[in-house]
């Protein structure tokens, strides 16, 4: 099993918040967003002063070793979302 954090920031952000957090997987970096364009999570997201702008919504997905999706999880909650993915990874 493998896990890695993917999203649009620098690998030099990626290289300060993986130090700061010590995060032990790799992040990698879509910098261009072609991966979140890939997977649909590239999206149109509203400010609260009514103007938009894209970027990335948050989602965790599970992805079996021969490369299938098997479950996601949408607009995800940093608090207690390890549990989730943990339950799930074991069927509890």
């Known amino acids: ?34 991966v979140a364009e890939q997977y649909g999570v590239w999206v149109e997201k509203r400010r609260p002063d009514g103007t938009s702008t894209m970027g990335v ?5 599970l992805i079996d070793e021969i490369g299938n999706v098997f479950k996601v999880f949408p607009q995800v909650k940093v608090q207690g979302h390890s549990n989730e993915v943990l339950a799930a990874l074991t069927g509890e």
């Not at 993917?6 to 910098?31: F, M, N």
């Not at 919504?57 to 997905?61: D, S």
């Open 57 to 61: 919504a948050r989602t965790t997905f």
């Open 1 to 34: 099993m493998a896990i890695l954090g993917i999203s649009k920031d620098s690998v030099e952000s990626h290289a300060r918040w993986k130090e700061k957090l010590g995060i032990p997987h790799p992040l990698l970096a879509d910098t261009a967003h072609a």
